[in-house]
């Protein structure tokens, strides 16, 4: 029979944390510092295999796992000494979710678990403690009617306000041992009355009642979402945890916290953390009460009068810092971590790798590089390509005029402006009609999501830097203010006010994640400074890649901008866009309703001097680096006129009646534009567009090579190509031009001519094509359309829907299918490359700039890939972690 379950605790352990896929993240590690000789309280872990046979089986366990259970569950009572359901002497457990990838707050928990009427009796006994006992039992029935028995927790919020009410109590701490045993008695008959049933007794039912929950849980709607934005297969399953509880609210010598070995939100290399003293840890991330700092060093930056854990239990503090020491050493990596202190003792619930924002991934993994603790090669491993994203967004202009609302915790940095929104679905609503929207909560919690990843930023008036807020804003890098203490949020969301000035729904507010400030109105903000750490990264990055990295620009501007992210050429500058600009869409639509060749070359003629130009410019700005030109390939419902008054600008610009233009532009109506009169096939219809276009990007070429001395080496490309016949063609005439021009200008040059590969045709044909070409460029946009059958301009409409129903597991236009469009490339590469072995290949659909397709460019063997020039960094650091990987196997 497999194993379904691993034991840990009591100074040993089943498993190891390299067995997470088995055991989840958190029972994997919680094994592994059981292993390590740190205090853990004996539990075992149910495995994510049993979950995954769960769901096979319409919801079934596999046979012999209640027997295996009771077994594990007799260890932990022998290592303990306490039995579960014991009268006298009971063991109590918590019963926790964790999956192989972190999901924070998305599924269930139970604690407190094997309390009823006869044994919280017992536990009132051992702990010498009423209150306690029956704090304890009341927090269990409110958590696992919730969890488990699908109880609305509002019951039990007013159940517990009323009877404060009726009472003038204010704080929990009012509330005496025979104040909680009078709610633990109304919670019950709730219970009973919202269920038909009283509150389960027996304490076996507890625990498989528990158990169904959390497996359960790993279906319900925030994990999918959450799964489906964080690209984590539903085919993971999660694990269940099962541990004996430890109590950090058994008095003023027991407390819980969480805690960070490094800051998370700068990487600086001090302890961070909070902790709560007499409280359990779901108080220390419900943002209810504010907890206090680990250390004096944060408290006194903080400006705090509540003490420290280094000052209220000094010698813990020297313990806790001791396993900190551990856990980093042992992990080689910044650790966070749950512990709670009962009575003096410390345990340890939970370590492992810290989430952190960009900046902090990069000094960390500078940091550790220099402490001597990793590679230059694992520094690169450790951050996330895609979270670099942030650091290349805006911060605040220090000379801006700003309005101070208020100041909050600097939950996650950057610097954002949106209109404000009071509700997360709102906020989903606002920004999917193209609004900038910031999310304004009280608190967030994990059915906010959605809206968090559709706003630009987040402020909640609750909560400190562990709150669900700041957790899940710092792993979505998105700029987050919380515990913005002055705000306060009318109950119907109709507005709010921040130190008493009001504020509504559509107002433009800005945050300041990295100072925790608000401000009314927007502020203006700068571009980020990319030296330092990020420097040293992409540096280590370079040294592993083996694909260089190009960008996809048009403009100086962008080229610029793509040199200074570390472009090593243009992989794709789409010549349509640059007739975009109001002053040249004349002459291109001029020479689109050209009836006549005649007709056409005139509005050529106006354009060969602009385009000459915009080469030129783009050529300086490269500076010798290669650049990939293609030519024409508009879509044609893109230019064509979209009113009459267009119309009639064009005619009266040619001189030409516009009812002949009318006419002209209704014939030119394509009912499917992006599979119509398009790429090579406008150049073969008609010569003289490419004619043109070449014309400009040799002469361009020959001016500035010319000028600086330096080699200039255009890469031509032709678009949408289907049959070799077509490339053989234009590259007659490309060559034709080219040799024109050097005629006229008694010089000459290396360029080369290529083809993007966008068609399945193409890519079916390959090995002929290339005979024709000296590269190719997989054009992933127009490949994903015509390999799915899919309409890049349409398919938003309805793909959203197929990625949440699991049709897809991504969208493919985002990252490659590489089941399919995949296929497709590794055929041309194989049958290009048996043709031409050193035939250069390259990328330049959206792809190129994303990490996982990324790693499949590396795996079939590009040469390189290009992206637009924000993302230039994400690219060199994906394509040095997928070199590496690939180097691995
Ligand atoms: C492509 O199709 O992938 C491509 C880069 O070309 P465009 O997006 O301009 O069609
Ligand atoms: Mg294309």
Not at 320 to 329: G, N
Request: net charge negative.
């Amino acid at each position: 029979m497999a194993q379904y379950i691993y034991n840990f605790g009591g100074g040993s352990a089943d498993g190891t944390t390299d067995m997470r896929n088995l055991l989840g993240g958190k029972g994997a590690n919680l094994a592994e510092m059981a292993s390590l000789g740190l205090p853990v309280p004996p539990g075992f872990t149910i495995t994510t295999d049993v979950c995954i046979e769960y769901y096979k089986n319409g919801r079934q366990y596999p046979d012999g796992l209640s027997a295996a259970v009771a077994d594990a569950l007799a260890r932990v009572e022998d290592i303990v000494g306490k039995k579960f359901g014991d009268a006298k002497n009971p063991l109590l457990v918590s019963v926790r979710s964790g999956a192989r990838a972190s999901m924070p707050g998305m599924m269930d928990t139970v604690l407190n678990l094997g309390l009823n009427d006869e044994t919280v009796e017992g536990l009132a006994e051992l702990a010498g403690d009423d209150r306690f006992a029956f704090d304890s039992y009341r927090r269990f029935i409110q958590m696992y009617s919730d969890v488990v028995l699908g109880v609305d927790h509002h019951t039990f919020e007013d159940i517990i306000d009323t009877y404060k009410d009726e009472r003038d109590y204010f704080l929990d701490t009012d509330m005496g041992a025979d104040d909680w045993r009078a709610v633990v008695d109304l919670y019950k008959d709730a219970v009973a009355e919202a269920l038909g049933r009283p509150f389960p007794t027996d304490v076996n039912e507890q625990l498989w009642g528990a158990i169904d929950a959390v497996f359960g849980s790993w279906m319900n709607d925030r994990s999918k979402t959450y799964r489906r934005l964080n690209n984590i297969p539903e085919s993971w399953g999660t694990a269940v945890n099962v541990q004996a509880m430890v109590f950090g609210n058994m008095g003023d010598t027991s407390a819980t916290g969480v805690a960070f070995t490094r800051d998370p939100s700068t990487g600086e290399n001090s302890y961070y953390g909070e902790f709560l003293v007499n409280a359990q840890g779901e108080d220390v991330v419900a943002g209810i009460r504010t907890p206090q700092a680990l250390t004096t060093k944060a408290r006194a930056e903080m400006g705090s009068n509540d003490p420290s854990l280094e000052e209220v239990m000094p010698e813990t503090f020297k313990e806790l810092s001791d396993v900190f020491a551990k856990l980093e050493a042992h992990y080689a990596d910044m650790q966070d971590i749950e512990f709670t202190i009962e009575q003096g003792k410390l345990w340890m619930l939970q370590t492992r790798s810290g989430k952190r924002t960009a900046k902090a991934a990069l000094k960390i993994a500078v940091d550790l590089c220099q402490e001597g603790k990793i590679t230059e090669e694992q520094a690169v491993m450790r951050v996330g390509p895609a979270s670099l994203d942030q650091l290349l967004h805006p911060s605040l202009d220090p000379h801006a005029p700003r309005d101070l609302l208020t100041k909050g915790l600097p939950a996650s940095p950057g610097a954002a402006s949106g209109e404000i929104v009071f509700s997360a679905d709102e906020a989903e609503k606002r920004a999917a009609d193209g609004h900038k929207v910031m999310l304004v909560r009280t608190e967030t919690s994990p059915e906010d999501i959605h809206g968090m990843h559709a706003a630009v930023g987040i402020v909640t008036a609750r909560g400190g830097m562990t709150s669900h807020a700041a957790v899940v804003a710092r792993g979505m890098g998105r700029p987050c203010v919380c515990g913005a203490g002055e705000l306060r949020i009318e109950r119907d969301g109709s507005g709010a006010t921040i130190g008493g000035r009001a504020i509504k729904a559509g107002d433009m507010l800005t945050i300041d994640g990295s100072t925790g400030e608000v401000f009314f109105g927007e502020v203006l903000t700068v571009q980020p400074e990319l030296s330092g750490d990020f420097a040293k990264v992409m540096e280590w990055a370079d040294k592993c890649r083996r694909m260089k990295v190009r960008a996809n620009a048009e403009t100086p501007l962008d080229a610029q901008t793509a040199r200074d992210f570390g472009a090593e050429g243009i992989g794709l500058c789409r010549t349509e866009h640059m007739f975009f600009e109001a002053s040249r869409i004349l002459a291109v639509r001029q020479m689109i309703l050209a009836e006549t060749e005649r007709g056409r070359r005139s509005a050529l003629e106006k354009l060969l001097p602009v385009q000459r130009s915009d080469f030129t410019e783009l050529f300086e700005v490269m500076a010798g680096l290669p650049v990939t030109i293609r030519l024409l390939d508009p879509p044609l419902h893109e230019f064509l006129p979209h009113t009459d008054a267009e119309i009639v600008e064009v005619a009266e610009a040619t001189g030409v009646d516009p009812d002949v233009f009318r006419r002209r532009a209704r014939e030119l109506e394509e009912a499917n534009p992006m599979l119509g009169h398009r790429g090579c096939r406008l150049g073969i219809t008609y010569p003289e567009i490419y004619e043109m276009q070449v014309r400009a990007i040799m002469q361009a070429a020959c001016d500035v090579a010319k000028a600086s001395g330096e080699s200039v080496v255009p890469e031509i490309m032709v678009p949408l190509v289907a049959t070799v016949s077509e490339l053989r063609i234009l590259k007659a005439r490309i060559e034709a031009v080219a040799k024109e021009v050097f005629t006229e200008k008694g010089q000459t040059l290396e360029y080369t001519i290529g083809t993007m590969i966008e068609l399945p045709r193409a890519a079916l044909t390959a090995d002929q094509i290339a005979g024709e070409a000296e590269f190719f460029s997989f054009g992933t946009n127009d490949l994903t359309q015509t390999t799915f059958g899919l309409s890049r301009d349409d398919a938003g409409s309805f793909l959203p829907s197929y990625v949440r129903a699991g049709l897809l597991e991504q969208d493919p236009f985002v990252s490659i299918d590489r089941d399919g469009v995949g296929a497709l490339v590794e055929i041309a590469v194989e049958k290009g490359r048996r043709v031409k072995p050193d035939l250069k290949l390259g990328i330049c659909g959206e792809h190129g700039g994303d990490p996982l397709s990324i790693d499949f460019c590396e795996r079939v063997g590009l040469d390189y890939i290009s992206c637009s020039p924000y993302r230039v960094p994400i690219a060199r650091l994906a394509a040095a972690q997928a070199a590496v990987s690939a180097k691995k196997g």
